[in-house]
């Protein structure tokens, strides 16, 4: 029954009887579990995948599709599977290097990632690897990049507080609705025609009726880049913008940040060890964004697509009939695997 970030409980508890049976100590870090299995060699290799799901109504059709209202639309079911499966094999087969298994929560918008890593996810990791389903590539095709993969993201509100008044006497008001609609046709000069960033306002709020001048509205907004430096020039721009609107309408203009990722970002000698096992699809990077990206900040690693598109499965990730072969998870278990004895950096 797939589980919405930061609520896979019984996700969790479903993970940890695997490893229990399988005699696999492990720790938890909230419903994210941190494992590890000794190696002959000492250096650690750290495997991750995650488990949460999406509130999306399923409409495959399948004979096991979700009715609780979620959905595992990004196809984490599947990572969760792939390193189960891994983690099975190695234990009847030690692997060469300790390998630290670790199955996140909260991938999906609450950064579950951090968790983890103040769980001890990373201590002692000399690398780290994660693999993500890609309807956008052929089936059992491994592609990556090395740098940028994903893009960082601002998640950020905006929030416009005005004056009331009766349409009829408009000039009385301090028009926040108005305010609002300005700045959203404004956004997208802040990025300056750069095609590495996006600004996109995909949310308002506000007013009370047809005939009132509203006192306040509200915008939910993202912001996406590859370039930690430049985004903050743009958030900066961003707050002169809301002020200068604000001071123009007579309202009070206030950002407020909800969530940010940095950009995920593959080292190189991460990528070159994926090239040296298996071919390997150059990817372009996306404005998506994953919170793997932590983990790359601390720890050399990469993040590689895993194809799962075929004649019957094309529908993207987040899509309410997104699907996939499940014979293409025993390619990423077996990347898993070779990544467990292929050595650290």
């Known amino acids: 029954m797939p589980e919405l970030s930061s609520k896979e409980y019984r996700t969790s508890e479903y ?13 938890r870090a909230h ?18 995948a995650d488990f949460d799901a999406l509130p999306i109504v399923e409409n495959t059709g399948l004979p096991f599709a979700s009715t609780n209202g979620n959905m595992h639309a990004c196809g984490h079911d599947g990572h ?20 630290r298994l670790i199955f996140q929560f909260g991938e999906e918008g609450d950064g579950g990632a951090t968790t ?20 956008e590539l052929q089936k059992g095709k491994v592609g990556t990049r090395v740098g940028a993969l ?11 507080v005005g004056k009331s008044a009766h349409a009829a006497t408009k000039s009385e008001g301090n028009d926040a609705v108005a305010s609002a609609c300005e700045f959203v046709t404004l956004l997208d000069l802040c990025r300056h025609g750069d095609e590495n960033m ?44 809301v002020n200068t609107i604000g001071k123009k309408y007579g309202a009070t203009g ?44 601390k720890v050399e690693g990469a ?31 077996e990347l898993f695997i070779k990544l467990a004895n292929a050595g650290v950096i």
Not at 216 to 234: G, I, M, P
């Open 31 to 48: 419903t994210g579990l941190i494992a590890e299995i000794e190696g002959t060699n000492p250096e650690v290799v750290a495997l991750r």
């Open 150 to 160: 994903f893009a960082g993201v601002v998640e950020f509100d905006v929030e416009f």
């Open 303 to 333: 993040m590689a697509w895993l194809g799962v598109r075929d004649e019957e499965h094309v529908f993207p990730l987040h899509s309410d009939r997104f699907d996939f072969d499940e014979s293409v998870l025993i390619t990423g278990t």
């Open 198 to 241: 996006l600004l996109h306002a995909g949310v308002i709020k506000g007013g009370q009726a047809r005939n009132i001048v509203a006192s306040a509205c509200d915008v939910e907004c993202t912001f996406r880049f590859f370039d930690v430096k430049q985004s903050q020039t743009v958030l900066a721009e961003i707050g002169e913008l």
């Open 116 to 135: 983890m890593i103040d769980g001890g996810a990373l201590d002692g990791v000399n690398a780290i690897y994660a693999l993500h389903l890609c309807p």
């Open 80 to 99: 969760t599977a792939m390193l189960l499966g891994a983690t099975k094999f190695l234990t009847e087969h030690k692997p060469k290097y300790t390998t």
């Open 15 to 27: 993970v940890a009887e695997k490893l229990r049976g399988w005699g696999v100590s492990y720790k």
């Open 254 to 297: 206030r950002v407020t940040v909800k969530c940010i990722y940095p950009p995920l970002i593959n080292h190189g000698s991460a990528v070159n060890k994926l090239r040296a096992m298996t071919d390997v699809v150059e990817m372009p990077a996306r404005f998506t964004a994953e919170d793997f990206a932590y983990y790359l900040e």
